[in-house]
């Protein structure tokens, strides 16, 4: 999971999201707009995959100390 979250933190640092800043559109919307609503698709998309595929944690793994 850290690494899914470090890397969507990275795909929107804004040096990379102004790589799609370009006076293109798609379907009228901006190149911009589109990369990030896909990468957060791409995001929400990998967290499922990663909740459906990984095992669950024990049942006396909570990290609260009592």
């Given at each position: ?25 798609h ?13 957060w ?26």
């Amino acid at each position: 999971m850290l690494v899914l979250t470090l890397l969507g933190a990275l795909l929107m640092l804004p040096p990379l999201v102004l790589v799609f800043n370009q006076p293109l559109r798609h379907w009228g919307l901006p190149q911009t707009v589109l990369y990030l609503f896909a990468l957060w698709l791409v995001l929400i998309a990998g967290t499922a995959l990663l909740n459906r595929f990984l095992p669950p944690e024990p049942a006396g793994s909570d990290s609260e100390a009592d």
